[in-house]
């Protein structure tokens, strides 16, 4: 059975800095794609960050670009998002999400994942 499970989340003052970390179990995803959702209150649920492990690439979404960066360990199996400069709209509940895809088959960023963490927490305050 597949898991993901996130810690990481809490309250922070503008400007500061969290690290979000997302441990998984039950398969490796040695291809595929990790992700970062989040969901604020009373709106959508949004891509904030993503890796394809292979081929490696990356994706953040413009609000983020430059203050979030994503990273991943293969020996671990895990997802880490660190968060710096970060701002009151940032606050969410934050989701890990993960999906296989086999290195040669296009998918998109933004949809078809089939396992989800239960979320965590991030609170940013002015």
């Known amino acids: 059975q597949v898991q993901l499970v996130e810690s990481g989340g809490g309250l922070v003052q503008a400007g500061g800095s969290l690290r979000l970390s997302c441990a998984a179990s039950?398969?490796?995803?040695?291809?595929?794609?990790m992700s970062w959702f989040r969901q604020a209150p009373g709106k959508e649920r949004e891509l904030v960050a993503a890796?394809?492990?292979?081929?490696?690439?990356?994706y953040y979404a413009d609000s983020v670009k430059g203050r979030f960066t994503i990273s991943r360990d293969n020996a671990k199996n895990t997802l880490d998002l660190q968060m710096n400069s970060l701002k009151p709209e940032d606050t969410a509940v934050y989701y890990c999400?993960?999906?296989?895809?086999?290195?040669?088959?296009?998918?998109?960023?933004?949809?078809?994942?089939?396992?989800w963490g239960q979320g965590t927490q991030v609170t940013v305050s002015s």
């Open positions: 039950g398969r490796t995803f040695s291809s595929g794609f």
């Open positions: 999400a993960a999906k296989s895809v086999e290195p040669w088959v296009r998918s998109t960023w933004t949809s078809g994942y089939d396992y």
């Open positions: 890796i394809r492990v292979t081929p490696r690439t990356t």
